[in-house]
């Protein structure tokens, strides 16, 4: 089934460590994203990526990292895990940049740091 | 700064018809987005307006005033499975995509 694939779909985390959140994709989409979602707020754009081989911060860079070595993969890294990392992560698609396309959602991935 | 307006909750009867609104204050407007997000699932796409006006999708309809920063969904014929949060998301000038806070939205039978 095409779509979107994060990895894993829950996780509990001890502060301190490194973790890295996967995102598959399936779709050949150019833009890829990564967003997290905490109760109150919007939602909030950490990294992305326009096109393979580039990528830019987004509103909440801080503690994290992200590659896009080929179109497909767009993982996220945490090198050091801290409590306000604890959140939903939203790993998300789409045709091309410039947000004037529709986002295409993972599943989402669920990060308690403890 | 920029800033998303949108109820935080609402309540509605199965049947009825209900509006949601979203008002903005953006550096600039290259459209906005509404969002469907059921609890504990991914969003998914609803609508996108670019221009004023109110365009028609089944059961749901967006709205869009450009000029008042000013939208709303429109939801008929609420059904139960429409229980779910309601994500308005604004494009600013620098195609930047700026999220509201969502609005839930109870149907009570």
């Known amino acids: 089934i095409a779509g979107i694939t994060q990895a894993p779909t829950s996780q509990i985390l001890a502060a301190g460590r490194r973790m890295t959140l996967r995102c598959t994709q399936d779709?050949?989409?150019?833009?890829m994203y990564w967003y997290r979602q905490d109760l109150g707020l919007g939602l909030r754009l950490i990294h992305y990526?326009?096109?393979?081989?580039?990528?830019g911060k987004g509103e909440v860079p801080d503690g994290y990292s992200v590659s896009r070595a080929n179109t497909d993969d767009f993982p996220l890294t945490l090198a050091s895990a801290v409590p306000s990392q604890t959140s939903v992560y939203f790993c998300?698609?789409?045709?091309?940049?410039?947000?004037?396309?529709?986002?295409?959602f993972g599943e989402g991935s669920r990060l308690t740091v403890l | 700064g920029q800033n998303i307006d949108q109820p935080t909750e609402m309540t509605a009867t199965e049947g009825a018809i209900v509006q949601i609104n979203c008002t903005y204050q953006t550096s600039g407007f290259n459209g906005l987005f509404w969002y469907q997000q059921h609890a504990g699932e991914a969003p998914t796409f609803l609508s996108y307006n670019v221009l004023d006006g109110l365009e028609e999708k089944g059961r749901f309809s967006s709205f869009l005033s450009r000029s008042k920063g000013y939208s709303y969904l429109l939801l008929k014929e609420l059904q139960m499975k429409d229980s779910a949060s309601y994500l308005c998301?604004?494009?600013?000038?620098?195609?930047?995509?700026?999220w509201g806070a969502g609005t839930k939205l109870i149907i009570k039978p």
């Open positions: 990526s326009n096109t393979a081989g580039t990528t």
């Open positions: 779709m050949r989409h150019n833009a």
């Open positions: 998301a604004v494009v600013d000038s620098n195609y930047q995509l700026i």
């Open positions: 998300a698609t789409a045709v091309g940049g410039l947000n004037t396309g529709e986002l295409f």
